[in-house]
């Protein structure tokens, strides 16, 4: 019987090559302004069109500035990046969702919300956390620059077909424990080559009970531990989520699609190349301490001790970040909070930040920035009320955009300063030069921006 992941895969292979990668077919080319240039120019110079343009979809996310967005963006390289995409989505009569438009935002989160990205999908971009989309039950990865002209001219990719991983979750997730916590814990356990060259399923109770937007966040993180990417088996939450959505099958084709999206599960004798099984009762809320996502602990653990591989790299990230063996990060003073990227940036994430916030104060000497990662998200949080309970507790919402995650427009963190951020990488540098991240929940993220340290979420719940 053939895991969910060969369902998909198999359905949309064009051709075998022997002794070579599979000629795959794509269902959704998603195109941001870093990745996709070189990629038009080469279409360009070879006097090709897009095969497809129907399905290929472009935004500008990462460059985008989060405040003073109808006024041109004055850092001269993210400019001449967002131009470039909106002079190459017209040449070439494509979808744009341009910057101030009601449809833009980071295109990990308007993917799904607009019901671009469907169960049994193939999706790629040129973009590593693309394994977002596959929370909705649908093969999504990032590709190379190349690969994106590939598609483009062609609406297919070569890739080697993965092998396969199932990560089961048993029982009921704590008080105060999300799915970041869940990846950030996976992440811990499996180290950030753990699952390299698998394409992982996440299963079991806990999964079962994520909401969507907690599923895509867990999908987003997968390749930090290595993997190609990672989806959830498409089920009546999915179902419910995705009906009514602008890009949706509508009427008897929603009934059709239904129908076809129900078998999309893996059967009871399907084989995996490998499994893992964990409980929820081990995870507690969860923070990093070092410089990749993979170094960290529960919020009420000490950093451990030196490894006896790795020493080298334990200590230089140790040393980057100010911290200690030993050291329990509880009640350490923080400068920076982030809410938003594509990993933490939906509306469920602002409704969980405004629920500790509600009725305390921003810290002093706290800098928070809070990002949704869509206007279609600024409009529900607005709707919500939720923005009225965030400025009365000192916060001001910016304008959508990747933001501080990756310090590609304004949003820099001054070097030295401590960030508690929703985002999805650590790395040295990651947020601005010398910067140092702390990556955790909403939850976490919130109690932090009130208090000024790092605090347990539970204490204020």
Known sequence: MNTLFDKIWDRHVVQMVDDGPTQLYIDRLYCHEVTSPQAFEGLRSRGLRCFRPERIFCMPDHNTPTH???????DPVSKAQVDALERNAKEFGLTYYGMMSKDNGIIHVVGPEKGLSLPGMTIVCGDSHTSTHGAMGAVAFGIGTSEVEMVMASQCILQQKPKTMRITINGTLQKGVTAKDVALYLMAQLTTSGATGYFVEYSGEVVRNLSMEGRLTLCNLSIEMGARGGLVAPDDVTFDYVKGKEYAPKGEAWDKAVDYWKTLTSGPDAVFDKELVFDAKDIEPRITYGTNP??????????PLAPSN?????????????????????????????LGACTNGRIEDFRAFASVVKGRKKAPGVVAWLVPGSWAVDRQIREEGLDKVLSEAGFEIRQPGCSACLAMNDDKVPAGKYAMSTSNRNFEGRQGPGSRTILCSPLVAAAAAVTGVITDPRELI
Request: aromatic share 10%; proline share 4%; hydrophobic share 30%.
């Open 310 to 338: 790795g020493k080298e790299n334990y200590e230089k990230a140790l040393d980057y970040m100010g911290f200690k063996p030993g050291e329990r990060l509880l009640g350490k003073k923080i400068d920076y909070v982030f």
């Open 68 to 74: 003073d967005q109808d006024k041109p963006i004055g």
């Open 294 to 303: 993979g170094m960290g602990i529960g919020i009420t653990e000490s950093i």
